[in-house]
């Protein structure tokens, strides 16, 4: 095999596929990358959806062989994502742990939240290694592609010029060609672009690219990788505010005796104000801004942490408070710029393309065992069960939801004063200065009852109000 040329091929890609069996698009991307970077290690980064009980060990075992047919094609060895939690929770050390990634990616994947898992799951990788992770619905840039890139009024020669893998420490997504286009509170402990509190102190939000995170690469032992352990907490953090905020609320309770480091709610209602219950419940439609947000978020955050100083930003007085900024030198040197060519976002310092359909998620399924036609409504509870999960059958009156679905979460309907669920015991499921500053915003514990805020930047930076109003920029999240 030729010799890897380190300035144009990274030392290791990795090509991520979560969920069932791979889409034929999948595996023209997993033929047509394999074949782009032909002398760079590859990885085929699985997490298959793993259904309850011998028949989901049986699905699990069938997916993988699946996965390691393709991959043999291509000398593309398979990586199950399950298989390394531990490995990959060092970057969160000490807040979380193995056992904490275990309970989310279960949460995550028993509810189709493929997309979700996926943008932890890059974090984390690129937190521990060097290499290039990328989602298996990118293709090689064809000359079509090159040529209206070209004609774009956003071209440049030096946004095209293809970086040097040997030197890169980080690179991210920009959808916004540098300009300003996405607006965010950095460093709060929340997802959202901004809150009411930070609207009534008059405090305004930063504007700043519109980053994405479907392809991106970091390099072990430079601020690219801090950037990425940066992120992953914050992610998680953001999990452990927004169950926070819901706990007290009463829209969501937790197993009691799970310390900080578990993630099993054990029902969550299905409230018009929960948004953790949105975010688990895919016919919600904000569910998608919420995913989507938080990653973006989590990647913002990161990058303002380690690359950030502190400043008082432009406009304002010495009196008002001051914000880690990022200049645009550095901006322009940590991102690599997508340009929109029909439905393809085209990155041309990497010659690829990514189909902008979502296409490698699962396809539709009229499963019965399914979550399907769930709407919101406040008499709805779930409440976890070992081998049950939400069932169209439920909203039907049937009895038994004795067959498996994707969240380990039974229906339950309130008949109380209270709205709550009427039910019995279910068994458990299986299932500053800046270095002060990363250790305060290493993300939230996951406290299990109401608790005041603390002070430091991680404190809650509002109580997040019913679906609420975002200020959205001229772009917003794209997934």
């Known amino acids: 095999m030729p010799e890897r040329n380190p300035v144009t091929e990274p030392e290791k890609v990795q090509f991520i596929w979560f969920g069932d069996e791979m889409s034929d698009n999948a595996k023209e991307g997993l033929r047509a990358l394999s074949e782009r970077f032909p002398n760079s290690a590859k990885e085929l980064v699985v997490m298959p959806r793993r259904p309850p009980g011998e028949a989901g060990r049986q699905h699990v075992k069938q997916l993988l062989d699946g996965y390691e047919t393709e991959a043999d094609k291509y000398d593309v060895k398979v990586l199950d994502v399950r298989d390394h939690t531990e490995r990959l929770a060092a970057g969160l050390a000490p807040k979380y742990d193995k056992q904490t990634l275990d309970d989310i990616f279960s949460a995550e994947m028993g509810n189709q939240g493929y997309i979700a898992a996926k943008d932890l799951a890059t974090f984390l990788l690129r937190g521990e290694e060097t290499g290039l992770s990328l989602d298996l619905s990118h293709h090689h840039m064809t000359d079509t592609e090159w040529e209206a890139v070209k004609e774009d009024s956003n071209f440049s020669q030096e946004a095209v010029t293809p970086f040097d893998f040997s030197t890169a420490e980080l690179k991210v997504v920009d959808l916004s060609h540098g300009q300003d286009a996405n607006m965010r509170h950095v460093l709060n402990a929340g997802f959202m672009a901004m809150t009411e509190r930070h609207d009534d102190a008059g405090i305004e939000p930063q504007m700043m690219p519109h980053l994405d995170v479907f392809a991106m690469y970091t390099r072990k032992g430079t601020k690219g990788q801090e950037v990425a352990q940066a992120a992953a907490n914050q992610h998680i953090?953001?999990?452990?505010?927004?169950?926070?905020?819901?706990v007290r609320k009463g829209n969501v309770t937790f197993l009691p005796n799970d310390d900080s480091r578990r993630f099993r709610p054990d029902t969550i209602n299905l409230k018009d104000d929960n948004l953790l219950g949105a975010k688990y419940n895919t016919q919600d439609p904000s569910r998608g801004d919420i995913i989507g947000r938080m990653a973006v978020s989590a990647?913002?955050?990161?990058?303002?942490?380690?690359?950030?100083?502190?400043?008082?930003?432009?406009?304002?007085?010495?009196?008002?408070?001051?914000?880690?900024?990022?200049?645009q030198a550095t901006w322009n040197d940590v991102t690599m710029r997508a340009y929109q060519v029909d439905n393809v976002r085209v990155l041309p310092q990497l010659s690829l393309g990514k189909d902008n359909q979502n296409s490698w998620r699962t396809r539709s399924t009229d499963d019965p065992g399914d979550v399907t036609q769930l709407k919101a409504d406040s008499k709805v509870t779930l409440v976890q069960v070992s081998n049950f999960g939400v069932r169209e059958a439920a909203a039907l009156g049937m009895e038994g939801l004795n067959k498996p679905a994707h969240l380990p979460y039974e229906v339950h309907y309130s008949t109380s004063a209270g709205n709550s669920p009427r039910r019995t015991p279910s068994p458990a499921s299986e299932g500053a200065n800046m270095a002060g500053l990363r250790q305060q915003v290493a993300a939230l514990s996951m406290p299990r009852t109401p608790s005041p805020e603390g002070p430091g930047i991680t404190a809650s930076a509002?109580?997040?109000?019913?679906?609420?109003p975002v200020k959205r920029a001229a772009t917003g999240p794209t997934r």
């Open 462 to 468: 509002a109580q997040a109000p019913a679906k609420p």
């Open 299 to 327: 990647l913002a955050d990161g990058i303002h942490l380690v690359y950030g100083t502190t400043a008082t930003p432009p406009g304002q007085t010495q009196q008002d408070m001051p914000v880690p900024q990022v200049d």
């Open 237 to 246: 953090g953001y999990l452990a505010q927004l169950s926070q905020d819901e």
